[in-house]
């Protein structure tokens, strides 16, 4: 699902990409005074579908239809304009207020059958004498295959032609638009159930040791075991936070030191960590605990079952346009077969044929949440033998449209 939505994304980018394109040369052609007419009308149309399209990608409300009707009524050519969902009169721009209740009637029945239909005076009756409204085109509204509502033209005269061609082809363009409203808030709800299955895994294993661990120091320690009840209250609300799909290099490192923190106390001298953070990459935005399962893993599946010490480094840094990320450990590895069925079967390997699988960490969630966001050049990247350790690496733009922290 994941990767049908980057694809999705990837054409809209580009759609949007070569129209931005063609604004701009159009737009300074026209500045220099050598552009020609048809140009100078496609600006004006690109520029208005511009203004329209945005509050159109909030999806259908009466706030964004608000926003909208004004330049979808100057892309139709309209007296009026009115757009509706399926029950109420979202908003009205030009001429046609008076008639709001037949409109919105002919739009009801025009969504219910999925039609197209064009009203005659006879059918806008009112007790105006000089009522200059003569006749008005109402088209369905559908997105992603269902009608969610309809656009309505209002003409002084009886309609023409063209206008009737118009309002269907901006009734069909508006409703592209609330489609790709719709693929954002899939996108956003998939992202959201990615964090809460990630969480649901990290959570029951991470919250069982740690509290194992700072028991064993409540009597012989008590102020180490306050010090890590603190250090794990912090963790938790970070973990649990209910806002943002995305943070910071420095937040989820500082999560990452609290995690490291209670595994220390676990391990005692068996865990080393070694650091290397470049300080200028420290504010890039990357998904929300993206680095601490990469983290868990090198913990749980590389240095627990290595006799004797085991060293985990987490290494970040500037790499131009993008932050380059390791976490690598030198445990016991994994066999590089189990790669061949991609970064999916990662969370098991290496681990006992005994072990529940739904306590492994998912770097395939890891692997599909940065592809998600950056695009498929941005997964990781793992190298690993038997008894060699493992690393495992991202790469992440210091920029990347949409995407910022708490966002």
């Known amino acids: ?13 580009l759609i949007t990409a070569l129209a931005a394109a063609l604004w701009a040369v159009l737009r300074l052609r026209a500045r220099r005074g050598i552009a020609t007419a048809t140009q100078r009308a496609t600006y004006e149309v690109l520029h208005t579908a511009g203004l329209a399209a945005e509050p159109l990608r909030a999806g259908l409300s009466a706030a964004g239809a608000a926003k909208a009707v004004r330049h979808l009524r100057a892309l139709v050519g309209a007296a009026g304009l009115a757009l509706t969902d399926r029950e109420v009169l979202l908003a009205l721009d030009g001429r046609g207020a008076h008639h709001g209740e037949q409109l919105l009637a002919a739009a009801r029945r025009a969504a219910a059958a999925g039609r197209s239909t ?15 409204v003569r006749g008005a085109v109402v088209a369905p509204l559908s997105a992603d295959g269902r009608v969610v509502g309809a656009l309505v033209a209002i003409a002084d005269g009886q309609p023409a032609p063209g206008l009737v061609q ?20 899939s996108r956003e709800r998939l992202a959201r159930a990615e964090v809460r299955a990630l969480r649901a895994q990290i959570s029951p294993h991470f919250i069982y040791n740690a509290l194992t661990a700072i028991g064993s120091f409540v009597r012989t320690d008590p102020e180490r075991a306050r010090e890590l009840i603190l250090e794990f209250a912090e963790f938790t609300r970070y973990s649990f936070r209910a806002h943002g799909e995305f943070t910071t290099l420095a937040e989820e490192l500082r999560s990452i030191d609290r995690y490291l923190t209670i595994e220390r106390a676990r391990f005692g001298d068996r865990l080393q960590v070694r650091l290397q953070i ?4 420290l504010p890039v935005t990357l998904p929300f605990l993206c680095l601490q399962p990469l983290v868990e893993n ?7 079952r290595k006799p004797g010490t085991g060293m985990v480094s987490i290494e970040a840094r500037d790499a131009g346009a993008e932050c380059h990320i390791t976490v690598e450990d030198d445990g016991v590895g994994m066999d590089p077969t189990t790669l061949t069925a991609g970064i999916a079967e990662l969370a098991g390997a290496g681990s006992d044929p005994t072990d529940d699988p739904g306590q492994h960490v998912g770097l395939s ?38 995407v910022r922290a708490g966002s």
């Open 1 to 13: 699902m994941g990767g049908n939505l980057s694809a999705g994304f990837g054409v809209v980018s």
């Open 166 to 185: 118009a309002t269907l082809e901006t009734a069909h363009w508006a409703g592209d638009q609330l489609a790709l409203a719709e693929l954002d808030s």
């Open 118 to 132: 064009v009203l005659r005076e006879s059918e806008l009756q009112c007790d105006l004498v000089d009522c200059p």
């Open 365 to 402: 969630n890891v692997d599909e949440r940065l592809r998600s966001a950056f695009g498929d050049r941005f997964g990781l990247v793992v190298e690993t033998g038997l008894g060699s350790g493992t690393k495992v690496s991202m790469r992440v733009p210091k920029f990347h449209p949409g």
């Open 278 to 281: 470049a300080p200028e990459v």
């Open 298 to 304: 090198a913990v749980r599946h590389g240095l627990s």
